[in-house]
């Protein structure tokens, strides 16, 4: 069973650039989109985007300005990058694989990471 | 993009069946059969329960099942279990290929 792990800087201050990125522990990438979605303390879940393997990349349009996605198949990596944070972006960020097919789910999750916002 | 709306709480005792919705527009719930449903226990990440409407991933018992009509979908919970209690979550593919999720239910088992 595929496993993903999330990592990233923990801290990042107000109006710098928050990176993430999430390993895959096996199994090919190629056939699958992967997500990024995050949960602020105490709140719901909010997907942040997509990416393939293929270069294609949607985002959520109320931080489409801000966010890139990229995935590296060599490395078994996607990565996550959103600029000019804030403390609205205080979160547990977590990445996911769809599901096999057209069926738009989120099928495996990794355990998260927390990305705090403060100076 | 608004989140689904889904009601706060649910409960029901041992046994029971409990119902929760998720209401959306024609443009995402409405517009599309791909509604999941996610539980998310207390410091756990989210595990995918229902997809396509009413499919079941391998390993998910089916007293969990999914339906829709409109643009509201719901999850029923057949039978339940202590272990059911936890928040849950709709999810709805959307227009411009993105996604929305619901604004989350949690599930108490009396």
């Known amino acids: 069973q595929v496993q993903l792990q999330e990592s990233g800087p923990g801290l990042v201050k107000p109006s710098e650039t928050l990176s993430l990125t999430c390993s895959v522990s096996s199994g090919s990438m190629n056939s699958y989109y992967w997500s990024w979605i995050r949960q602020p303390p105490g709140q719901g879940l909010e997907w942040i985007g997509y990416?393939?393997?293929?270069?294609?990349?949607e985002y959520n349009p109320s931080l489409k300005s801000r966010v890139t996605m990229s995935l590296d198949t060599w490395k078994k990596e996607i990565s996550l990058t959103l600029s000019s944070v804030t403390a609205a972006d205080t979160a547990l960020y977590y990445c996911?694989?769809?599901?096999?097919?057209?069926?738009?789910?989120?099928?495996?999750w990794g355990p998260g990471t927390v990305v705090t916002v403060s100076s | 993009q608004s989140a689904l709306t889904q009601p706060p709480s649910a409960s029901g005792s041992p046994g029971q069946s409990v119902t929760i919705s998720c209401t959306g527009t024609?443009?995402?719930?409405?517009?599309?059969?791909?509604v999941s449903w996610y539980q998310q226990h207390p410091d756990k990440a989210p595990k995918l329960m229902i997809y396509?409407?009413?499919q079941r991933p391998s390993g998910v018992p089916d007293r969990f099942s999914g339906s829709k009509s409109g643009n509201t979908a719901s999850l029923t919970v057949s039978g339940l279990q202590a272990e059911d209690e936890a928040t849950y979550y709709c999810s709805s593919y959307a227009s411009s290929n993105s996604y929305v999720f619901g604004t989350g239910t949690k599930v108490t088992v009396l």
């Open positions: 024609s443009s995402d719930v409405g517009g599309y059969n791909y």
């Open positions: 396509e409407v009413t």
């Open positions: 990416t393939h393997y293929s270069g294609s990349a």
């Open positions: 996911a694989r769809h599901k096999a097919g057209a069926s738009n789910a989120f099928e495996i």
